[in-house]
Nanobody, 127 residues
Framework: EVQLQASGGGLVQAGGSLRLSCAAS????????IGWFRQPLGKEREGVAS????????YYADSVEGRFTISSDNANNTVYLQMNSLKPEDTAVYSCAAAVEGFNLDYGLEPYEYGYWGQGTQVTVSS
């Protein structure tokens, strides 16, 4: 059973940092894609960042590139999202998702590309 657990959210002031973790289980952690998505209150879900296990290729939304970094610790089945220089507009529920077993990503940051989802963790950035 594929399971994903996001953690690390919290309240932080603008300009601060947080590191989110996505602990994964239930699949071989050597051929996968993990994506981070966020959904601000009352708004649609958007892709934030993703990473491919095959070649380490990463994707970032324009709004976070240069501030956020996604990384994978395959030995511990964990993917991280380091968030620096946080802005109030980063406030959202952040979730991680996985694509496994023959996945094919056209864009890397589209929700439909991922078949498994974990529950989210709240990130709140104050002004």
């Amino acid at each position: 059973e594929v399971q994903l657990q996001a953690s690390g959210g919290g309240l932080v002031q603008a300009g601060g940092s947080l590191r989110l973790s996505c602990a994964a289980s239930g699949f071989t952690f050597d051929d996968f894609a993990i994506g981070w998505f966020r959904q601000p209150l009352g708004k649609e879900r958007e892709g934030v960042a993703s990473i491919m296990s095959s070649d380490g290729k990463t994707y970032y939304a324009d709004s976070v590139e240069g501030r956020f970094t996604i990384s994978s610790d395959n030995a511990n089945n964990t993917v991280y999202l380091q968030m620096n220089s946080l802005k109030p507009e980063d406030t959202a529920v952040y979730s991680c998702a996985a694509a496994v077993e023959g996945f094919n990503l056209d864009y890397g940051l589209e929700p439909y590309e991922y078949g498994y989802w974990g529950q989210g963790t709240q990130v709140t950035v104050s002004s």
